[in-house]
């Protein structure tokens, strides 16, 4: 079955950095665009970023947007998000997620688009 670890969580100042990396097994990571999602106590999942199937097109959440960095290495199966400029309110669990069916693009802000989860890392900034 499909498994995604997520790591690279932990506690950071604000302004600080942090790179978070999915790594998947069980499926054709190659042929699958990936999601980064987040939660926040008391919030909602949301949507932080996204990538094509080969890394040729990526989306952000406006809140992230230049401050995030989503890519993968399809060798390695393993997705990324490289986080600079750290502030509290990206306080959350950060999970990973497979948008399926292969291949597909569109939907990729909604987390009903998405099959399979990751358990999530925590990432908390302090002020």
């Known amino acids: 079955q499909v498994q995604l670890i997520e790591s690279g969580g932990g506690l950071v100042q604000a302004g600080d950095s942090l790179r978070l990396s999915c790594a998947a097994s069980?499926?054709?990571?190659?042929?699958?665009?990936m999601g980064w999602f987040r939660q926040a106590p008391g919030k909602e999942r949301e949507f932080v970023a996204a990538?094509?199937?080969?890394?040729?097109?990526?989306d952000y959440a406006d809140s992230v947007r230049g401050r995030f960095t989503i890519s993968r290495d399809n060798a390695k199966n393993t997705v990324y998000l490289l986080m600079n400029i750290l502030k509290p309110e990206d306080t959350a669990v950060y999970s990973c997620?497979?948008?399926?069916?292969?291949?597909?693009?569109?939907?990729?802000?909604?987390?009903?688009?998405?099959?399979?989860w990751g358990q999530g890392t925590q990432v908390t900034v302090s002020s």
């Open positions: 997620a497979v948008r399926a069916p292969p291949g597909l693009w569109a939907g990729r802000r909604r987390v009903q688009e998405y099959r399979d």
């Open positions: 069980g499926l054709t990571f190659s042929s699958y665009a």
């Open positions: 990538i094509t199937w080969n890394g040729g097109g990526t």
